[in-house]
Structures are given as C-alpha cells and as structure tokens.
C-alpha cells in the first residue's frame, strides 16, 4: 500500500454503496481516502473511488489497523455493514487474528453494538479516531414523512405503530434493527443473518407486510446507523412486503431516486418516522 499524505482519511468499508458515497464526498473536499475493504462484501469499484485500498478478510483487524496507521491516518469513518455471520465464513470457525481474539474474548455479550464498540475502542488506543458516519455526508440522513408516492393504509399506519415499540426493544437488547409485521403479528424478527435475510424470510409467511427499521436507543452514530437503498427495494419486492417505516434523522437513504422509483413502481410505501411523534409522522 502506498502511504498517503497527512490529511488523508481512512475508510473501513463494508457493504453496499454507502462507502462508496463517503469516500467521493472526502475525495471532493481534497482528502485523500486510504480504504480497508473485505473480500466478497466490499463493492470493487471501492479500487477507484479511493487513493490506497488493503483487502482483507473480517476479523482481521491487526491487519487493518497497521494498513491505516502505515498510511499516516488519524480519523477514519466506518461505512457499510460488515455481516457479523461473516467472522464464521471459515471452515474451521471464526477467522480473527490476534487482536481481534483479544477484543471478543474480552467481551461478555458479543451483539453488533458490544463488538462495534470494542473495536472503536481498540481504533482509538492505537491513535485512530472514529468520525460519525454521516459526518461527511449529512445529505444522506432520511428526513421525516413520505418517500415516493405511495402511502401507508391506514391498516399499515396501525401495524407500524404496533411494530415500533417492539423493534425498539429488539434494538435496545442488541439482537437487530428490524421488526416484520402485519395485522398485528410479528412474521419476524432480525438477528444474526441481517436486515434482508429477515425481511425474505418473512415474505415466506405472508405477503403485505409492514418492515419497521429503527436506531437502537443506545445507537453509535460513529458505526450503527441503519441504511437503506435500492438493495432494499429489491428484498422488499422480491418478500412481497407493503410498506418500509424507517427512523428519521438516524437512517443513511442511498441512492434516494433509484429506490424511490422501484418503491413506487410497485406500490410500496416508503416513510420516514420521528420516533418522538410517531402518531402525527405515520
């Protein structure tokens, strides 16, 4: 990796689009960008959004943070998910180095939040800060109110006020994000497997359900944003699902018009929801 100069701005990159968004956004303000990517999560065209990139594997995290401190980097930004479930794509079990070893066997509860938190921590104890995610691209953050055309029924306005609270919980014990309901059941719950896999799974138990996304109460926004995109769209329409009730103010929208246009292209309702006005936002 070749060493970039002292301004530059490391980027931890994970899934999807949204790492591809900061390092665009820094690159424009005349920072370069050093990338630590993972293989088969990060999207490749990371290669020509940023000036350096190391790919490596999750749970390698020596390896990263030697990458960043090699490359002069003193504030990085965590972008895109890095699927917990892929610490056990190695055969023989979860593939961490040595320094990943010590931050999870440190931990007594191994949720995203708890894991998250450590490794921030471990970034900061070896002189690299963590910036807030929507630092640098605070356009991104979903406002309140409607996305698209398409509206909630007032059957959906009632299974999202009924789902909120409970995804909340499940946010706030540190399980996931994500809550699937309608008329008033639960079809599923996110875990380990992710916000996509949940909302597929519940699409084999009943079309025309609510999805309720939310921010934990304990949300780092250094890390733990939730995001939505196009990807969603194409989950939301593939499980059948109605309706996509998102946290307003604390939920990254990418690619805003390509998943506004495939939302309404299929009559899905897309709304963004002030957690403290819930009755006047559905």
């Known amino acids: 990796m070749s060493t970039a100069g002292p ?8 899934t999807g689009t949204f790492p591809l968004d ?12 050093v990338a630590v990517a ?11 959004a940023v000036s350096a990139v190391t790919w490596l594997h999750p749970g390698e995290v020596g390896a990263a943070v030697e990458a960043l401190r090699s490359a002069g980097v003193r504030d990085a930004v965590m972008a895109g998910k890095v699927p917990k479930a892929a610490l056990y794509e190695a055969s023989d079990g979860p593939r961490l180095d040595a320094e990943a070893a010590g931050i999870v066997g440190r931990l007594s509860a191994r949720g995203d939040v708890s894991l998250l938190t450590a490794v921030a921590d471990h970034l ?10 929507a630092e640098l691209v605070p356009e991104l953050l ?10 909630l029924t007032a059957a959906q306005e009632a299974d999202v006020a009924f789902g909120w609270p409970i995804a909340k919980v499940v946010a706030g014990l540190d399980i996931g ?3 699937i309901v309608k008329d008033g059941t639960v079809l599923a719950v996110e875990a380990i497997e992710g916000t996509d896999a ?3 799974r519940a699409g084999g138990v009943a079309p025309g359900a609510c999805v309720v996304k939310v921010a934990g109460p304990k949300q780092d926004p250094r890390f733990d944003l939730p995001a939505i995109g196009p990807e969603t769209a194409r989950v939301l329409i593939a499980a ?5 009730a998102f946290e307003a103010g604390r939920t990254v929208v990418l690619d805003r018009d390509a998943l506004v246009e495939a939302a309404d292209a299929h009559g899905i309702a897309l709304v963004g929801i002030a957690a403290a006005g819930l009755s006047e936002s559905v």
Do not use: K, N
């Open 7 to 14: 301004e530059a701005l490391g980027l931890i990159a994970g």
């Open 22 to 33: 900061i390092a665009r956004s820094a690159r424009r303000r005349g920072r370069d960008v």
């Open 38 to 48: 993972f293989h088969r999560h990060t999207d490749p065209r990371i290669e020509a």
């Open 124 to 133: 900061v104890s070896r002189g690299i800060r963590l910036l807030d995610q």
């Open 142 to 151: 979903a406002g309140e109110g409607p996305l698209g055309r398409t509206r």
């Open 177 to 179: 994000q994500t809550v």
């Open 198 to 200: 949940a909302i597929r």
């Open 240 to 244: 059948g699902a109605a309706a996509l």
